[in-house]
């Protein structure tokens, strides 16, 4: 089994930064990839990031870009995102989810995911 933790979110005004956490334990056998999803209110889940094992890869939602920032350090098992110049729009629950294999930004297509950690960004 594998167990993911985020952390890190909040309350923040607008033009605002927050860093999440993303924590991994159990079975992860190495190499895994981690997504960053998140979902606002009456919405779909939608992708954010995701960030290969080695880290020299990484994708981003369009929406995202420029402003938010993933990264990992494996030796803690930990996937962070960064996020700068916070919109209102940003806010939601984000989660993280963890895969083998390729970058994806299908959530369909992820193991395991965290419980979520509560983003809101007051305009």
């Known amino acids: 089994q594998v167990q993911l933790v985020e952390s890190g979110g909040g309350l923040v005004q607008a033009g605002g930064s927050l860093r999440l956490s993303c924590a991994a334990s159990?079975?992860?056998?190495?190499?895994?990839?981690i997504g960053w999803f998140r979902q606002a209110p009456g919405q779909e889940r939608e992708f954010v990031a995701v960030?290969?094992?080695?880290?020299?890869?990484?994708y981003y939602a369009d929406s995202v870009k420029g402003r938010f920032t993933v990264s990992r350090d494996n030796a803690k098992n930990t996937v962070y995102l960064q996020m700068n110049s916070l919109q209102a729009e940003d806010t939601a629950v984000y989660h993280c989810?963890?895969?083998?294999?390729?970058?994806?930004?299908?959530?369909?297509?992820?193991?395991?995911w965290g419980q979520g950690t509560h983003v809101t960004v007051s305009s």
């Open positions: 989810a963890l895969k083998w294999g390729g970058l994806s930004t299908n959530s369909n297509l992820y193991n395991y």
């Open positions: 159990g079975r992860t056998f190495s190499t895994y990839i």
């Open positions: 960030i290969s094992w080695s880290a020299g890869n990484t």
